[in-house]
């Protein structure tokens, strides 16, 4: 008997490969399998759970299954907020030329409001959408500040906006084409849509192929996995037609040889001192010319 074919549920190609890793935090009872498609390129999970399934996974259990109930206590969210404040002065650095005074911006999946916090000072309004209703509390109640605004959906707001930013979103959504050509619709004119995501052609998994490395990455959280072309396949399928792609790079060489040597997380700026910073930036800058970086950046032109 001859096995079922597992079609793209991103291009609907029949043309697809089993990738033989774990799933983080999938149980077996699931059935969840990891595959690539051949024809988009992009690695994505079936089965698929359903949008009820994910909309109350993501109100709180996604994050009690990746941390521990709790995350939620506010001094533990406020920890979260410093820590990842950091990378998101980070992300305002890399677009505050696109920034103007009187912008009113959006930010999907807002988490505990840190980039929303961060570019505050830049623009005239924040809003930000989140399905944790735990997460949405904590901005209103502890951040309390007068510019930010939260909702669950971006159309709770009623309004359109300049910008758009989705970091590390536009993996977990469902029907990413038809949620793309919702966020198209909420743009105002000559306004812009800011994407980044891993990079499944990241060099831990494309080139070395480091198992451990892999069954780490490939997460239940995560329905679709994409690189290059798979951004490309649902930016053009979204009738988003001016957009440029970036490789950018989150992790020094220093994690890397931790996951090559040790198959952990963790390591970074272990060998700073004997590889120096002029070693790390020459690794990111190949990594950058064979599109091997961990993380894309789409900038999308309305």
């Known amino acids: 008997m001859s096995e079922a074919i597992i079609r793209c549920t ?3 190609a029949e043309n697809t490969e089993y990738i033989d890793t774990k799933i983080r935090n999938a149980d077996e009872i699931s059935g969840c399998k ?3 498609c051949r024809n988009c ?4 999970m079936y089965p698929l759970p359903n949008s009820e399934e994910l909309e ?3 109100d709180g259990s996604f994050r009690e299954e990746v941390h521990t109930e709790a995350y939620y206590e506010d001094e533990r969210l406020t920890k979260v907020f410093n820590r990842f404040l950091v990378e998101a002065k980070t992300r305002v650095k890399r677009v505050e030329e696109d920034l103007d005074c009187k912008d009113e911006i959006l930010e999907i999946g807002c988490s ?3 980039f929303l916090s961060a570019v505050s000072e830049k623009v005239n309004g924040v809003y930000g959408t989140e399905w944790d209703s735990k997460a949405r509390s904590y901005i209103e109640r502890v951040i309390d500040n007068p510019k930010i605004k939260v909702a669950k959906n971006p159309e709770d707001f009623e309004k359109k ?3 758009i930013f989705l970091f590390h979103v536009l993996e977990h959504i469902e029907n990413p084409i038809i949620f793309l050509k919702r966020l198209k619709k909420l743009l105002r004119e000559n306004g812009k849509i800011y994407i980044e995501v891993p990079n499944v052609d990241d060099i831990l998994v494309k080139t070395f192929e480091c198992k451990e490395f892999m069954d780490f990455y490939y997460k239940k959280a ?3 996995n994409y690189n290059e072309k798979g951004l490309k396949y649902i930016f053009d399928h979204s009738g988003l037609i001016s957009y440029e ?3 950018i790079h989150r992790y020094d060489i220093s994690n890397h040889f931790q996951w090559l040597q040790h198959g952990k997380p963790g390591g970074k700026g272990l060998y700073e001192k004997v590889l120096g910073d002029e070693v790390n930036e020459a690794y990111v800058n190949a990594l950058k010319k064979a599109k091997q970086t961990d993380t894309l950046f789409a900038i999308i032109s309305a």
């Open 161 to 163: 906006f300049d910008k």
């Open 34 to 36: 990891m595959y690539r």
């Open 56 to 58: 109350e996974y993501y």
């Open 222 to 224: 995560h329905i679709f």
């Open 10 to 12: 991103l291009c609907g």
């Open 112 to 114: 505990v409001g840190y």
């Open 41 to 44: 390129d992009t690695h994505f």
């Open 245 to 247: 792609i970036n490789f």
